[in-house]
């Protein structure tokens, strides 16, 4: 039983078939990969790296041509693909927006993705659109609410979604809580995934003074279908205490590297994808990065560990 109980039977036994199909079905390779960049089409293609998968931003995407799905299709042929969403505003008051799902439906169906997710925030209101990912409140208002978003995204797709840890600076008065326990419960009720991002979960313990590693600890790591490392900025807020900006935009910090260490010691290999959406350094970079990743993952690895790029006959 979860930890806040289960008062929907139905919606658990119906959540246990989502969580029974994405075990089973087509999974990312236990391995590393990178964001795909615009900036880095043609050096794929020309070198064809060793690496486990790509990731795209979906909303990228969302069109029916040019140079971005020329190249996307080209390289889908060889590599496995992670298609990661940043506009379904999983944590919105408003119903999800079923134009974007249909979109999403269709993108799916073009690349076959072996993982989808998404971020446990919000980004509209109404007619609004934030170019952010903003937090919830922790109480069981939201709890049904980012439930029933996560039920409708799942049956509108037909496959499993992984659910990502947020990076957050502040926290509402109202939460009666913890970001885990909810974590937590939403996953028992809907048969989601996890998306472990490491980098997220140190954020915003350093913000908000919690330790990071107990609050990995206390996720539902049997749930992690993928996990995410990147960079983070370092500011200050108004009264001097440190302050952790998740930038995407420099390399992967030593605190963060330890804590997937242990992650990897306990959990054993998984997809990671390292993300870098700002200051995008040359494809040789992010590939050191993947295979310091790698370098983490134990060896005693199933069959799986070594897929990912197909060499051509």
Request: charged letters at 25%; a negative charge.
């Amino acid at each position: 039983m979860s930890r806040l109980g289960d008062r929907q039977g139905g919606r658990a036994q119906h959540a246990g078939a989502w969580a029974r199909q994405g075990r089973a079905g087509d999974e990312l390779p236990a391995r590393a990969g990178i964001g795909l960049k615009p900036e880095h089409f043609r050096a794929v293609l020309d070198s064809r790296p060793e690496l486990g998968f790509f990731e795209v931003h979906a909303e990228n995407y969302m069109v029916d041509g040019g140079p971005f799905h020329h190249y996307l299709g080209r390289i889908r042929e060889d590599y496995p693909l992670s298609l990661h969403g940043v506009g379904l505003s999983i944590g919105g008051e408003a119903p999800l927006d079923e134009a974007h799902l249909d979109r999403l439906a269709a993108l799916i169906r073009r690349y076959q993705p072996a993982s989808f997710s998404e971020h446990l925030a919000w980004s509209s209101h109404g007619e609004v659109f934030f170019n952010d990912l903003l937090p919830v409140p922790y109480d069981r208002v939201t709890l049904a609410r980012v439930c029933n978003h996560v039920d409708r995204v799942q049956e509108r797709l037909q496959r499993r979604m992984l659910l990502e840890n947020p990076s957050t600076y502040v926290e509402f008065e109202a939460s009666n809580i913890d970001e885990t326990d909810f974590l937590c419960e939403v996953i028992h009720r809907t048969g989601c995934g996890l998306l472990l991002d490491v980098n997220n979960a140190y954020v915003s313990c350093v913000n908000h003074g919690r330790d990071a590693a107990a609050y990995i600890d206390a996720l539902p790591l049997e749930a992690v279908g993928q996990i995410h490392l990147a960079g983070f900025a370092r500011d200050q807020d108004a009264a001097g205490a440190p302050l952790l900006i998740d930038s995407h935009g420099s390399p992967v910090d030593d605190a963060v590297w330890g804590l997937y260490a242990a992650v990897m010691a306990r959990l054993g290999p998984k997809p990671t994808l390292l993300e870098r959406d700002n200051d995008v350094p040359a494809l040789a970079i992010l590939l050191a990065e993947a295979r310091c990743a790698e370098d983490l993952m134990p060896r005693s690895a199933g069959p799986e560990y070594g897929d990912g790029v197909r060499s051509r006959p």
